[in-house]
């Protein structure tokens, strides 16, 4: 999705400008347009790639600049004393280079919104509309500290879930690359001994030099056939119509629909929360609380809420009548509406549902490490012991 700034009249000389995603400049002015804004200006937001030479910037040294920055703001320093004080402190080249050119942007007189606009590779656009609040409401060091609290909740989710999956991820790796190993290399060494053998080779030894013979041979091009396949895979998923459908496939699989809808509801949850109490409508904060979740139907089916909350219906009957979410969410939604506190029950839902995650993922964890052991030591103990029956069986035909 392309990035497009825009200024449109809300009313008779009221003017509202902002950032806007879309894929191309007509679909801004039909979006507007549905939203009863007149656009008056709409401009694609140049990229400025962080790339060339550089490596690509981690979450969480965005989480670290975004509360440095708010704390320097909070002590009283300018947006542009504060970016000079980071920039000069940074030690991460690209984030050097970064903070640089937001610095430059400032002192030429743009907004800052505009300016991490221009960064698309580092700033979401959740990030990108929290700031925009966060200038129109003049309390930016609020706004950075709601944002790095919200990227440290993220990146500690995420880190917890690669933490769990790591083992099982190695275990799984040497398992099966012992194994080609063993087939490829090992195998074909018996192959000779067994040739001299003056009687017929057992079935599960016949198909352990079969299998070796085919990857001794044509191992290179598994290889060489691989190396384009991810690259092409890599390539068909950038697309966003693409990422829709392999976002759906992946919802299909039993064990991951579980961690993933738990975990794109507790980043729904926590982002909406952060708008809510800082005053942002419900139909902008749904708007660029969609963009912090990662998996495509999640995000088609927030961003369809949109139309329904406009005609009055409320954001528990919009996830009601979606299969997608599950009853408790619903139920704690509709509390808290009719609590008047969603922003504060809204927390608690990403709460609740964090923990839901590190539960399923340490479940996950408990019932695949069993299966893997088992799977591979099988595989190797069939392996070792198809080699060895030739030889039980001359050494039984000997006595």
Aim: net charge positive.
């Amino acid at each position: 999705m392309r990035q497009f700034s825009y200024k449109a009249k809300l009313g008779p000389g009221e003017l509202k400008s902002g950032i806007i995603q879309a894929e191309n400049k007509t679909v801004v002015i039909k979006k507007l347009r549905q939203e009863g804004l007149y656009p008056i200006f709409v401009e694609e937001i140049s990229s400025l790639s962080l790339k060339k030479g550089y490596k690509k910037i981690h979450s969480r040294d965005i989480a670290a600049f975004t509360r440095q920055l708010a704390n320097l703001i909070h002590s009283g320093f300018s947006l542009a004393a504060a970016l000079s004080t980071l920039k000069g402190q940074s030690q991460h080249p690209s984030l050097k280079k970064l903070v640089s050119d937001l610095y430059e942007q400032i002192e030429k007189g743009a907004y800052f919104s505009q300016a991490l606009a221009r960064h698309p590779e580092a700033f979401s656009f959740f990030y990108l509309n929290m700031i925009r609040i966060g200038e129109l409401s003049g309390k930016m060091d609020e706004t950075l500290g709601r944002l790095a609290e919200f990227k440290e909740k993220e990146d500690e989710l995420i880190a917890q879930v690669k933490s769990a999956l790591t083992y099982p991820a190695f275990l799984f790796t040497s398992g099966a690359l012992s194994i080609f190993i063993l087939t490829a290399f090992f195998i074909p060494r018996f192959v000779s001994m067994f040739s001299d053998f003056d009687q017929a080779l057992p079935l599960p030894t016949r198909i352990i030099i079969l299998v070796s013979a085919l990857l001794s041979r044509f191992g290179w091009l598994l290889i060489a056939v691989s190396v384009p396949g991810i690259v092409f895979a890599k390539s068909y998923y950038k697309a966003e119509q693409n990422r829709l459908v392999v976002d759906g496939f992946i919802l299909r699989l039993p064990l991951l629909r579980n961690i993933i809808q738990k975990m794109e509801i507790a980043r729904f949850s926590y982002a909406l929360g952060i708008l809510l109490k800082s005053g942002v409508p419900m139909v902008e904060a749904l708007e660029a609380v969609s963009f912090s979740v990662n998996n495509r139907v999640f995000r088609k089916k927030f961003l369809s809420f949109k139309d329904n909350i406009r005609k009055g219906q409320s954001l528990s009957k919009c996830l009601s009548e979606e299969k997608l979410f599950p009853a408790l969410l619903v139920n704690m939604v509709s509390v808290g509406e009719e609590s008047g506190e969603l922003s504060e029950m809204l927390n608690r839902i990403a709460a609740t549902y964090e923990s839901e995650v590190n539960r399923s993922v340490k479940t996950m964890v408990s019932l695949t490490e069993p299966v893997l052991i088992l799977l591979i030591g099988g595989i190797l103990v069939v392996m070792v012991f198809s080699i060895l029956l030739p030889i039980f069986n001359i050494d039984m035909f000997a006595r």
